[in-house]
């Protein structure tokens, strides 16, 4: 059964920091990994999609990379700022003979002070 | 826009009842999913829809219900078998190529009375 765990649980940095929030899997049979933001009490805003044959994506001071065979993966944030601060979550696609699904981890929450 | 939404934002559920959550989405998206969020965790998968008519358990799926009779609709039941059902609740589409993110609704916060 695949299961997904992200380090750390929580960050806390001062505004300005580069930081990386971390990802691991352990089957490497996916089909893409998957970041997304998550506010208080909100759905999730997908930030970076990697394709299984990709190494990474950027956005804007975002950069996701992908380690299948290690089976990791980061999310660099540049330069970060206050409003940065929420949880991100990190989700493994997996094709099964009922269907794709996301399995998620249990997420980082990080707080970006001012 | 196009989106998903979920209704109600707030439902409280009395000892024995069962309650239905809405998600409804005009992105023509086939695929819709039910996930729940206990605090400080990730999500976890209850049902999942492949297309209309069909639907198929996730890891949790005991204690829960659903349907899919329209490809825009996927409601889910929390029965009175689901014994710790206080949690948010998060409905989610996929478009129809694989490497396309998920588009989530805000949720449904359920608690007990």
């Known amino acids: 059964k695949q299961e997904v765990t992200q380090i750390p649980a929580a960050l806390s940095v001062p505004e300005g920091e580069n930081l990386v929030l971390n990802c691991s899997f352990t089957?490497?049979?996916?089909?893409?990994l998957q970041w997304f933001r998550q506010d208080p009490g909100k759905g999730l805003t997908s930030l970076l999609l990697?394709?299984?044959?990709?190494r990474e994506q950027t956005s804007g001071r975002l950069n996701a990379s992908l380690d299948k065979s290690s089976g990791r993966s980061t999310l660099y944030i540049a330069a970060s700022q206050p409003g940065d601060s929420a949880t991100y979550l990190c989700a493994v696609g997996i094709v099964e003979t009922s269907g794709s699904r996301l399995t998620f981890g249990e997420g980082t929450q990080l707080t970006v002070n001012p | 826009d196009g989106g998903i939404t979920q209704s109600p934002k707030y439902l409280f559920r009395k000892e024995g009842q069962n309650v239905t959550l809405s998600c409804e989405q005009n992105l023509n998206h086939d695929a819709m999913y039910w996930y729940r969020q206990d605090p400080g965790q990730g999500l976890r998968l209850i049902y999942y829809?492949?297309?209309?008519?069909?639907?198929q358990k996730g890891d949790i799926a005991e204690g829960y219900s659903v349907s899919r009779e329209k490809k825009e609709s996927f409601p889910l039941t929390v029965t009175s078998a689901q014994k710790n059902p206080t949690a948010f609740y998060l409905c989610?589409?996929?478009?129809?190529?694989?490497?396309?993110?998920?588009?989530f609704g805000d949720g449904t916060r359920l608690s007990i009375l």
């Open positions: 990697i394709q299984s044959s990709q």
């Open positions: 829809s492949q297309i209309v008519n069909d639907f």
């Open positions: 989610a589409s996929r478009p129809p190529l694989l490497n396309q993110p998920q588009h």
């Open positions: 089957d490497s049979a996916i089909y893409n």
